[in-house]
């Protein structure tokens, strides 16, 4: 499997952006796509999750209210749509994937993973 986000980019404080991720290859494999993000200097953390057979959803409780992740059955694609944006939503966001049901916020549950990609949130 292989994952591809796009999307991101530069935007100033209380816009809004979305970025995705689509998987190819064996896409059957991937049960969870969760979206993670490593600020500079900080580790990186959970920010949200789907499963795909039924679209529950997971949230980071600081993003919670302002971000919402969906996904595309048709297309092997989710979407991570960030509102309300905020400074220290700046960072490398990277897609994951995994067949495993376990904790979905952690990111030794995830074996496949996207290249990341930035976003950057500043006046």
């Known amino acids: 499997v292989q994952l591809a986000e796009s999307g991101g980019g530069l935007v100033q404080p209380g816009a809004s952006l979305r970025v995705s991720c689509t998987a190819s290859?064996?896409?059957?494999?991937?049960?969870?796509t969760g979206w993670f993000r490593q600020a500079p200097g900080k580790e990186r953390e959970f920010v949200s999750a789907i499963s795909w057979r039924v679209g529950f959803t997971y949230y980071a409780n600081s993003v919670k209210g302002r971000f919402t992740i969906s996904r595309d059955n048709a297309t092997h694609t989710a979407h991570l749509e960030m509102n309300s944006l905020k400074p220290e939503d700046t960072g490398v966001y990277y897609c994951?994937?995994?067949?495993?049901?376990?904790?979905?916020?952690?990111?030794?549950?995830?074996?496949?993973w996207g290249q990341g990609i930035q976003v950057t949130v500043s006046s």
């Open positions: 994951a994937g995994t067949s495993r049901v376990g904790n979905v916020r952690s990111e030794a549950n995830y074996y496949y």
């Open positions: 290859g064996s896409t059957s494999d991937v049960a969870y």
